[in-house]
């Protein structure tokens, strides 16, 4: 079946650098999401891509389609503390069963 | 507007007792997800239904689970008997018809089964 690869697992970086992850499939996506999920919460949706080398924006946060569809990335520019949880990626090709990568966890340091 | 509500938020059982868990997706909203985060396996879709019809149980791990959605507006994911192996936290997903894939959570069920 569908796997995703997501990478890295964790990230430790200092307030206000700039955060960059991303997620690989064994098979073509026609379809890209990315959730954060806050502890003891529910994962929020932050960005969808529907659309090979799109590249979409969501405040200080940028997600692009990778155009080989099989990949994705989620950029986190000048990193503050409220940026804090696990990323997830999610993909899916046609039907609505997404599939979800491993999540990156995040911590800032002050 | 109000998301996808969940009740209850922790739930704590003992061993073969059954367990009910709710979901009032978004309004307007065709689609219903439940899944099942643990550390080990993360996120597992275990059903879905569109139009309050189940579309693909294929998810679930075994018999003693069981899903239902009699209306638009609710949906319960059954545990009969439990077991410890199902502690794990539950989520329900909705989504509008269009566009399917953009799901959207609720807070989850952190389920205990002592």
Redesign the interface.
Known sequence: GQQLNQSPQSMFIQEGEDVSMNCTSSSIFN?W?W?KQDP??????LI?L?KAGELTSNGRLTAQFGITRKDSFLNISASIPSDVGIY?CAG?WG????V????TRLTINP | DAGVIQSPRHEVTEMGQEVTLRCKPISGHNSLFWYRQTMMRGLELLIYFNNNVPIDDSGMPEDRFSAKMPNASFSTLKIQPSEPRDSAVYFCASSPWTPWNEQFFGPGTRLTVL
């Open positions: 379809t999401l959730y003891g919460e529910g994962p929020v949706l969808a529907y997830f899916s039907a609505q069963k997404l979800f990568g491993q999540g």
